[in-house]
């Protein structure tokens, strides 16, 4: 069984820095892109960041460009996003996401980890 | 980036009734076109991916059509279980994009 498992969000005052950790099991790890979804209280779905199987590809968001990067550890199976200089409007719940596979949709998501930016 | 537009943003149904969500792509996507249904408090879940591909272990009242630009979710007879919200999501080119969301209510 696929599980996504997301720890490290929390209270950040703006300017500030916060890491989060997606721990992965039940697939091969290392053969899959992941993703970071986010998802602002009340709003929709925004993609942040993938990530290809290997780690050597990532992409971003224009609006967390500079800001935000993603990694993974494929020995422990384990994806991460490192913010920095956060703003208020990256107040959201942050999913890490599996992607299906050539068509690149997300398969399996995580519970969430809800990241709170205070002024 | 390619924009995402679905319609109607709400629709209110009864158990029973046949809903239809469309998405619209800003330009052509293909097929790569995906479906994914939001309970509140909990993460999305894909439905169908490659625009009409059913994701295993997803009930057959949902189905998916289209190519290029205009795509339909459709659920052919909805359960209690189905009020949630829709988003449809392009993967056909960087960067990802999720249309605005579609909320089925009673």
């Known amino acids: 069984e696929v599980q996504l498992l997301e720890s490290g969000g929390g209270l950040v005052q703006r300017g500030g820095s916060l890491r989060l950790s997606c721990a992965a099991s039940g697939f091969t790890f290392s053969t899959y892109a992941m993703s970071w979804v986010r998802q602002a209280p009340g709003k929709g779905l925004e993609w942040v960041s993938s990530?290809?199987?290997?780690?050597?590809?990532?992409n971003y968001a224009d609006s967390v460009k500079g800001r935000f990067t993603t990694s993974r550890d494929n020995a422990k199976k384990a994806l991460y996003l490192h913010m920095s200089s956060l703003r208020v409007e990256d107040t959201a719940v942050y999913y890490c996401?599996?992607?299906?596979?050539?068509?690149?949709?997300?398969?399996?998501w995580g519970q969430g980890s809800r990241v709170t930016v205070s002024s | 980036d390619i924009q995402m537009t679905q319609s109607p943003s709400s629709l209110s149904a009864s158990v029973g009734d046949r809903v239809s969500i469309t998405c619209r792509a800003s330009?052509?996507?293909?097929?790569?076109l995906n479906w994914y249904q939001q309970k509140p408090g909990e993460a999305p879940k894909l439905l169908i991916y490659a625009a009409s591909s059913l994701q295993s272990g997803v009930p057959s009242r949902f189905s998916g059509t289209g190519s290029g630009t205009d795509f339909t979710l459709t659920i052919s007879s909805l359960q209690p279980e189905d009020f949630a919200t829709y988003y449809c999501?392009?993967?056909?080119?960087?960067?990802?994009?999720f249309g605005q969301g579609t909320k089925v209510e009673i």
């Open positions: 330009q052509t996507i293909n097929i790569y």
């Open positions: 999501h392009q993967s056909y080119t960087a960067p990802p994009t």
């Open positions: 996401a599996k992607s299906g596979g050539a068509h690149g949709d997300y398969e399996y």
């Open positions: 990530i290809s199987g290997g780690g050597g590809s990532t």
